[in-house]
């Protein structure tokens, strides 16, 4: 099983990105998915996550209206587009995969977002 997640970078305040994780090893199609982020010194939180089959979405309140999970189960990728980034949105972001069993739960190595001017 592998998560990879890519698209990272520094962006200045107010700026976009659009975070990748390509997975394999798994029938990606029957995983719900989600983004997590973790801030030096903080525990890690949930940022975005998308049922199996794309229908239902859920954020965490600090990046509503600014952030978009999706996924193409035919490319076995969920991505994350984030715009009118700030500076608190600085974190390594990390893909995750759970499917119906406990042992189905699977973490990608994350990726470095760091928005400053």
């Known amino acids: 099983v592998q998560l990879v997640e890519s698209g990272g970078g520094l962006v200045q305040p107010g700026g976009s990105l659009r975070l990748s994780c390509a997975a394999s090893?798994?029938?990606?199609?029957?995983?719900?998915m989600s983004w997590y982020r973790q801030a030096p010194g903080k525990e890690r939180e949930l940022v975005a996550a998308?049922?199996?089959?794309?229908?239902?979405?859920n954020y965490a309140d600090s990046v509503k209206g600014r952030f978009t999970i999706s996924r193409r189960n035919a490319k076995n990728t969920v991505y994350l587009q984030m715009n009118s980034l700030k500076p608190e949105d600085t974190a390594v972001y990390y893909c995750?995969?759970?499917?119906?069993?406990?042992?189905?739960?699977?973490w990608g190595q994350g990726t470095q977002v760091t928005v400053s001017s």
């Open positions: 995750h995969a759970a499917g119906v069993r406990i042992s189905q739960d699977y």
């Open positions: 090893g798994f029938t990606f199609s029957s995983y719900g």
């Open positions: 998308i049922s199996s089959a794309g229908v239902s979405t």
